[in-house]
């Protein structure tokens, strides 16, 4: 049973924005860390950024200044803001949810429960 959908994702020009969003189906959505990790071909899955349910932030050192994380729990969904698109953020971006925000940044993603099936992200020069 899929609980995490992903949407958003597309092709944009270097320098361009992009917002992706994720709707997570249960009703624990508040309480939990959400985050989104991504994989490019050829690479190793990273954390792109990562919020608490209190709203406390992480970033990548890569994304820092261009993506902004949030969340709405009364949507029960979780938002990437992402401005200014280089050719590296070019990934299949993947919504995951965690019990803690440590929980889902630690060991590049292993203490993360949930995993949404991806959205790809392609960013054009």
């Known amino acids: 049973q899929v609980q995490l959908v992903e949407s958003g994702g597309g092709t944009v020009q270097a320098g361009g924005s992009l917002r992706l969003s994720c709707l997570d189906s249960r009703s624990i959505f508040s309480i939990n860390a959400m985050g989104w990790y991504r994989q490019a071909p050829g690479k190793r899955r990273e954390l792109v950024a990562g919020?608490?349910?209190?709203?406390?932030?992480k970033y990548a050192d890569s994304v820092k200044g261009r993506f902004t994380i949030s969340r709405d729990n009364a949507k029960n969904t979780v938002y990437l803001q992402m401005n200014s698109l280089k050719s590296e953020d070019i990934a299949v971006y993947y919504c995951?949810?965690?019990?803690?925000?440590?929980?889902?940044?630690?060991?590049?993603?292993?203490?993360?429960?949930?995993w949404g099936q991806g959205t790809q992200v392609t960013v054009s020069s």
């Open positions: 919020i608490s349910s209190g709203g406390q932030t």
């Open positions: 995951v949810s965690a019990r803690r925000l440590f929980d889902l940044i630690i060991n590049n993603g292993l203490g993360v429960t949930d």
